[in-house]
């Protein structure tokens, strides 16, 4: 059972991303971040000494949340083929996509290529995903469902056309059909990865 404390922070952490999906990360304040989360700044320094301590629990909760569900969706598939089959649907699945967490995504995405204390968590969150999607690709060629590819590389290219489709639904929603664009991903990665 999670303590109050825990379900305060998950409060806390789910306020910092609608507002920085709303104001944007350089204008959204501790004292609106507060409100959001129905406590007041006082309370709100009590769990997370600043916006960065923030920044840091949120990605690693999200990291954390993504990756639990991940693994479990996964563990329910032997071969993998049928667990990248999962994998890429599930990643662009609508019902499980925030617009708003996805906007404070691109946001910190934006912040961290100047900002070395949000580009370490955005680079963790990243480094989970490939480690967890170039595993599967090793097996799979390991058990000899896929031809040799680099792994590591391979999980990129996933990484990087799921970020990719991402990133258009959230800049042009109404003209990014994910549902259709992950279909065509995994056609592609799938005809990528067959034994010839």
Same mark, same amino acid.
């Given at each position: 059972? %999670?303590?109050?404390?825990?379900?305060?922070? *998950? !409060?806390?952490?789910?306020?910092?991303?609608? *507002?920085?999906?709303?104001?944007?990360?350089?204008?959204?304040?501790?004292?609106?971040?507060?409100?959001?989360?129905?406590?007041?700044?006082?309370?709100?320094?009590?769990?997370?000494?600043?916006?960065?301590?923030?920044?840091?629990?949120?990605? !690693?909760?999200?990291?954390?949340?993504?990756k /639990?569900?991940?693994l479990?969706?996964?563990?329910?598939?032997?071969?993998?083929?049928? /667990?990248?089959?999962?994998?890429?649907?599930? &990643?662009?699945?609508?019902?499980?996509?925030?617009?708003?967490?996805? /906007?404070?995504?691109?946001?910190? &995405?934006?912040?961290?290529?100047?900002?070395?204390?949000?580009?370490?968590?955005?680079?963790?969150?990243?480094?989970?995903?490939? %480690?967890?999607?170039?595993?599967?690709i090793?097996?799979?060629?390991?058990?000899?469902?896929?031809?040799?590819?680099? @792994?590591?590389?391979? @999980?990129?290219?996933?990484?990087?056309?799921? !970020?990719?489709? *991402?990133?258009?639904?959230?800049?042009d929603?109404?003209?990014?059909?994910l549902? @259709?664009?992950?279909?065509q991903?995994?056609?592609?990665?799938?005809?990528?990865?067959?034994? !010839?």
């Amino acid at each position: 059972m %999670e303590s109050i404390g825990d379900i305060r922070r *998950t !409060e806390i952490i789910e306020a910092f991303f609608r *507002t920085i999906s709303e104001k944007g990360f350089a204008r959204a304040t501790i004292r609106e971040i507060a409100d959001r989360a129905g406590c007041n700044h006082g309370l709100l320094h009590h769990y997370f000494e600043d916006k960065q301590a923030i920044i840091h629990a949120s990605v !690693e909760h999200a990291v954390n949340v993504y990756k /639990q569900d991940l693994l479990e969706g996964l563990n329910k598939f032997e071969s993998a083929a049928e /667990q990248l089959r999962f994998l890429v649907p599930r &990643y662009l699945d609508i019902g499980r996509l925030n617009l708003e967490i996805s /906007q404070a995504w691109l946001d910190l &995405y934006a912040l961290s290529k100047n900002e070395a204390s949000i580009q370490k968590p955005v680079q963790a969150c990243f480094r989970e995903a490939r %480690e967890i999607i170039s595993g599967v690709i090793a097996r799979g060629i390991r058990d000899g469902e896929f031809r040799k590819v680099n @792994a590591r590389v391979m @999980a990129n290219v996933i990484l990087a056309s799921l !970020e990719g489709a *991402t990133l258009l639904w959230v800049v042009d929603a109404e003209e990014t059909p994910l549902k @259709a664009i992950g279909k065509q991903i995994d056609d592609l990665i799938q005809t990528y990865l067959q034994k !010839e």
